[in-house]
């Protein structure tokens, strides 16, 4: 016996399957009770709710039959019967070369009956059948078929439904994380901004009572010239993420050394790192040439060493290591506090912080992960993000070769 053909909506009728999300849904009580309808108005033994994808059919409604979850689709009935889209019936499967040497036929279940309706969706794809089988020969009545036809479009239905739920449910979600980091947004820049501002106020304030020792008058400018920049560099950052958000951040990609990038940058924050008692090294042995805009590129380095620095304790390590092959690529990993599995996915979200950093009371909007993944994306590269509470952080930003620039 030969293998039905496909149908000719395959593709179409696939990608439906796996956007609707059918084969994952949770309705295997509703599809069993179609199952025993099926078999109860056909007045047969057995009655099968199957949706089939490139390779297997799947039996996620039954009644009356001893079947396995998942099964071959190779020589079924239900592969002929999505190729149309009015029930199949097959009054005797020994009397039909198609289906006489089909192993469910010559064996268990022993299948001579088959008639099953399509499951059609409201795009016109069919996604399986509902069917009803016997082990003898028999045929349907009108009313029967008009049943069948009735459950199969209810299981289309069911199955859209099911993914209208799940989507109005991930929409409700990402609607609560987005107010969630809104109001997050809120109290952080609130707090970067206030900060500074009422020291600046302060400090302005004393300056102009006087009385002031010319050595202490200077110490009250740096002051507040050093929260000035602090403002400075916020606003700079905000910016920045609103441009790149936007996609109207310009850069000029060309030939550019990220070994001399890294350095440039861990030869920056030096004094930062040891004020706060991490030791930096830097593992370049050679150029690495990637096509990046440099200031960018730096500035994307930069932010993965500052997120690096903020999250290790006192006694940490830090390295940023710089790899050719298979991609170029820029590693900074970290001896820090971890980040938890539950955040992964959200630390490169604009404006989260994550539990450590409200814990810790650790400073910074929430960005810095944010910018340099959209900085890499921007190249065309990506930023990958491995971390283990308590066992420290690996942030790798990876780019484009050289011969990628134009």
Same mark, same amino acid.
């Given at each position: 016996m030969a293998s039905p053909p496909w149908p000719s909506?395959?593709?179409?009728?696939?990608?439906?399957?796996? #956007? @609707? !999300?059918a084969l994952d849904a949770v309705l295997e009580?509703?599809?069993?009770?179609?199952?025993?309808?099926?078999?109860?108005?056909?007045?047969?033994?057995?009655?099968?709710?199957?949706l089939m994808d490139a390779d297997y059919q799947h039996f996620k409604g039954r009644h009356g039959i001893d079947l396995p979850g998942i099964g071959r689709?190779?020589?079924?009935?239900?592969?002929?019967?999505?190729?149309?889209?009015?029930?199949?019936?097959?009054?005797?499967?020994?009397a039909d070369e198609r289906f006489r040497d089909d192993p469910a036929v010559r064996g268990e279940p022993y299948v001579r009956f088959y008639a099953g309706a399509p499951v059609v969706t409201g795009r016109g794809h069919a996604l399986g059948?509902?069917?009803?089988?016997?082990?003898?020969?028999?045929?349907?009545?009108?009313e029967q078929r008009r049943v069948l036809r009735t459950l199969a479009a209810g299981v289309a239905h069911l199955? #859209? @439904? !099911?993914?209208?739920?799940?989507?109005?449910?991930?929409?409700?979600r990402r609607m609560q994380e987005l107010e969630e980091v809104k109001n997050q947004f809120l109290r952080t820049v609130n707090h970067e901004l206030r900060t500074p501002l009422t020291s600046i106020r302060s400090y302005l304030q004393l300056l102009q009572d006087g009385d002031l020792d010319e050595t202490t008058a200077q110490r009250f400018l740096s002051v507040i010239d050093r929260n000035s920049s602090r403002l400075g560099e916020l606003l700079d950052r905000l910016l920045l993420i609103a441009s790149l958000n936007a996609r109207t951040t310009l850069f000029t990609p060309a030939p550019a050394d990220l070994a001399a990038l890294a350095r440039q940058v861990a030869d920056a924050a030096a004094e930062r790192a040891r004020a706060g008692g991490l030791t930096v090294t830097v593992r370049a042995p050679a150029p690495v040439m990637a096509c990046a805009d440099a200031v960018r590129t730096r500035y994307a380095i930069e932010q993965l060493l500052d997120n690096a620095i903020k999250f290790t304790p006192p006694g940490g390590r830090i390295e940023i290591a710089v790899h050719a092959d298979p991609v170029p690529a820029v590693e900074v990993c970290d001896t820090g506090i971890g980040i938890d599995p539950g955040e992964l996915d959200r630390v490169r979200d604009d404006f989260y912080r994550g539990v450590g950093a409200e814990d810790r009371a650790i400073g910074g909007a929430g960005i810095g992960l944010s910018l340099a993944e959209k900085i890499a994306r921007m190249h065309g590269g990506d930023v990958r993000i491995d971390s283990r509470p308590g066992h420290g952080t690996r942030a790798r930003l990876t780019l484009p070769g050289p011969v990628s620039c134009p």
């Open positions: 909506d395959e593709a179409g009728r696939l990608q439906e399957l796996r #956007e @609707l !999300h009580g509703d599809l069993r009770a179609i199952a025993e309808v099926a078999a109860y108005v056909c007045r047969t033994p057995i009655g099968v709710v199957n689709r190779q020589m079924s009935f239900c592969s002929h019967a999505i190729r149309g889209r009015d029930v199949l019936e097959v009054r005797d499967a020994l059948a509902v069917f009803a089988a016997d082990h003898r020969p028999r045929r349907l009545l009108g199955a #859209e @439904l !099911h993914h209208h739920v799940r989507r109005a449910e991930l929409v409700e």
